[in-house]
């Protein structure tokens, strides 16, 4: 009975183990299918990543090699146009250079002869006209004058004089060149520089000075029905090289409104249209003037109010100069000066 029953359990573990092991074959192979199943979905999402990342790859080969293309093209065509608009600015240069010299040629004959003839003996009238020609030539000068260096500094040709010379000399004769402007008016030219300041020689430009003080102070007398100019020069700081200078000119004119002072340095800009009609002039003596102190490593501004006139403010540095290097005739004939 024993052996009997030893036989009958061991059938069973024997039945018990032959099911354990079908399932866990079952169970091996499902697992092995959904393996299969998994790695079949990856190798496509794979697959599909790929192709869409090599369209996506040859797209943006495309764009890329695209974009060299029309940028190689364009810097291409850039330098064709920067080599014909080089070629055409030396052209209006030239045009401008010769232009000004054929017509301010005969505008000086005309306005010496016109000197000449204002001391001989002529009637009323005579003076009368001889007058308007000598206005007309001086404006039509002017004119030449401003579109001729406004050229010379765009194109970046203007060159700066090194040389010793005195503020207050160049002061003296800014004025000069003005009086008999500001007296035709009845307007009162002034003239102020500090005292420490006059005995200074120093090293710069001074007829690019006195083009932009000139140009300032004419301004002011042109928009001054009374009341005076005055130009005034003071030291702003001192070092041991050089001195830092502060002119200021100002005048009783008819001022500036606030929402044109931001603009009146542009080029060909006025306060209004009106301006060119009365006053004349181009709208390019300011310009100019900001452009020159620019070159001088400068700074200019303005103060203004309607009816109350205005103050420009230029500050210039310049080294000083040995009594060696001082020049008191500068050559002034390769620069126009604009009144």
Do not use: W
Request: glycine share 6%.
């Amino acid at each position: 009975e024993l052996v009997n029953r030893d036989h009958f359990i061991v059938e069973k573990l024997r039945t018990i183990i032959l099911k354990i092991r079908e399932l866990e074959s079952e169970d091996a192979i499902l697992e092995k299918k959904e393996t299969l199943a998994t790695a079949r979905a990856s190798f496509g999402s794979v697959i599909l990543f790929a192709l869409c990342g090599g369209l996506l790859s040859i797209v943006l080969i495309y764009f890329v090699l695209r974009d060299i293309l029309r940028s190689n093209k364009m810097q291409t065509e850039l330098a064709i146009q920067k080599r014909r608009a080089e070629k055409l600015a030396n052209v209006k240069e030239e045009f401008l250079a010769n232009m000004s010299h054929e017509i301010r040629t005969p505008l000086n004959s005309i306005l010496g002869f016109s000197e000449q003839m204002a001391d001989s003996e002529i009637d009323v009238e005579q003076r009368k006209r001889l007058q308007n020609i000598r206005s007309s030539g001086e404006h039509l000068l002017m004119l030449v004058n401003d579109i001729l260096d406004y050229s010379k500094i765009e194109s970046g040709k203007l060159r700066l004089e090194k040389i010793g010379f005195k503020i207050e000399t160049v002061l003296a004769e800014s004025m000069a060149t003005l009086e008999h402007l500001a007296l035709a008016k009845g307007i009162d030219m002034q003239m102020e520089i500090e005292d420490e300041l006059k005995g200074y020689i120093v090293k710069g430009d001074p007829i690019r000075l006195k083009q932009i003080l000139i140009n300032l102070a004419g301004n002011g007398v042109k928009f001054t029905e009374h009341g005076y100019v005055k130009i005034t020069a003071k030291i702003q700081t001192r070092t041991d090289s050089g001195v830092e200078v502060v002119f200021n000119v100002e005048d009783t004119g008819k001022g500036i409104e606030a929402s044109k002072i931001d603009s009146i340095f542009d080029s060909f800009d006025q306060e209004d249209t009106s301006i060119s009609r009365r006053y004349g002039g181009t709208g390019l003596g300011l310009t100019i003037c900001k452009k020159l102190v620019k070159l001088q490593h400068g700074t200019i501004s303005v103060e203004s109010a309607v009816n109350e006139g205005s103050n420009f403010r230029v500050g210039l540095f310049y080294d000083l100069a040995d009594k060696e290097e001082y020049t008191s005739k500068f050559d002034s004939e390769h620069v126009d000066l604009d009144l």
